[in-house]
């Protein structure tokens, strides 16, 4: 059975006296009520941050990630922070591809495939994120944007380097835009998502692949999007810094 994962990002919020509180906070909820079987937890803090929610949660209990890394692993390149800094501040895993990072930073594939291998060349696992815009959802052409960005920054990898990722489907035109994703249509993804592993890896890495949703979720329509057969979890974005509510989503399979 393929893992669930619950992931808060919690993007450019809390200082590090907030971010290391609420951090305690989640780990006491999760102590008093721990998460279902074969569900993981984790949470991608900023840099400011990692050191001291490090150590402040078990890592058996709360993966800790990071937001980003550079495409490049050392060198000449101020205010970048590399895959290596990263493992050495006990970092497990790292997004790659978050679609603000696409459209605010002009992120493009070749760069992202190069921050994937960087992030498993240095033992943590990539969520690597992906998703049309709202042009192109209303254009028809959402699946093809969606191959596009898996063949050009994952796809190169081989099955075993594959096999350590976790997806996050983030249907960027439902996001802030007043239009919301039906759980028919995440599912409709993830399943067309999961058809393209097979055809590319085979059936086995397909089935054993975590494909997290990462649109507009929080515990009022979590428990319904998370019942969909190829959506194995959640990114979450604003919900994640409320922890108990945050809790709550981590219960909603």
Sequence with gaps: MRKRIVAGNWKMNTDVTAGTQLAAELMTLLAEKPAPDNVGVA????FTHITEVARCIDQKVICLAAQNCSSESAGAYTGEVSATMLKSASVMAVLVGHSERRSYFHEDHPTLARKVDQVLANGMRPVFCFGEVLEEREGGIQNRIVEAQLMESVFHLSETDF??????????WAIGTGKVASPEQAQEMHKYVRDLIAGRYGAAVADGTTILYGGSCKSSNAVEIFSKPDVDGGLIGGASLDAPEFHRIIHSF
């Design 163 to 172: 096999s350590k990722l976790i997806l996050a489907y983030e249907p960027v």
């Design 43 to 46: 949470i991608a803090v900023p």
